[in-house]
């Protein structure tokens, strides 16, 4: 079975600039996230789809941070502009029934 | 919200050695989960553990839910293992997880 797809894996912007993030989540799962990991924290939601609906985006900035989930498959998450604080890993996550999670290998995102 | 704080903070082992990580947690949880963060930065799931004992290979664990704890016990370590280890809970009704401030654990040869 194949685990949960991110692109790219690494990323290098400047300020200002937007970027996107893209995941496949594993087949058959309807609950998707996508996590913030600072460097020396620990991954933090910013938003939770079920199927292509939104679940929780209660820690998404949502003035620069966007996200969808067409066809209740892949998801996207845009940053637009990017800020220095912004560097960070992205990762993606599913589960079956919302319990268990699967994460991704990540986007390691560098702001300049 | 829910506090998560795992101890120790940071780890040095020599190979083949034995150890025990702890997760406390503040509030009722309904999931429990045990990571394996390797250097490369991938999440690697242990365990799916709200409650009781599991076991796979050298690595075991156990939450005692009704007093807010979980130990995860790594048992002739390998310099494989090393890497951070993170804990992370679910609680109420939402599925999101919360991540404890994790255990930085090296395993030197």
């Known amino acids: 079975e194949a685990g949960v797809a991110q692109s790219p894996r690494y990323k290098i912007i400047e300020k200002r600039q937007s970027v996107a993030f893209w995941c496949n989540p594993i087949s058959g799962h309807a609950t998707l996230y996508w996590y913030q990991q600072i460097l020396g924290q620990g991954p933090k939601l910013l938003i939770q789809f079920q199927n292509n609906g939104v679940v929780d985006d209660s820690q998404l900035p949502k003035d620069r941070f966007s996200a969808e989930r067409l066809k209740g498959v892949d998801s996207t998450l845009k940053i637009q502009p990017a800020k220095l604080e912004d560097s960070a890993v992205y990762l993606c996550?599913?589960?079956?029934?919302?319990?268990?999670?699967?994460f991704g290998p990540g986007t390691r995102l560098t702001v300049t | 919200g829910i506090q998560v704080e795992q101890s120790p903070p940071d780890l040095i082992l020599q190979e083949g050695a034995n150890s025990t990580l702890r997760c406390n947690f503040s509030d009722s949880v309904n999931n429990l989960q045990w990571f394996h963060q390797n250097p490369w930065g991938q999440l690697i799931n242990l365990f799916y553990i709200p409650s009781g004992t599991k076991q796979n290979g050298r690595l075991s664990a156990t939450t005692v839910a009704t007093e807010r704890y979980s130990l995860l016990y790594i048992s002739s370590s390998q310099t494989t293992d090393s890497g951070v280890y993170f804990c992370a809970v679910q609680t109420g009704g939402g599925n999101k997880l919360t991540f404890g401030t994790g255990t930085q654990l090296k395993v030197e040869l």
């Open positions: 996550a599913s589960s079956l029934y919302g319990y268990e999670q699967y």
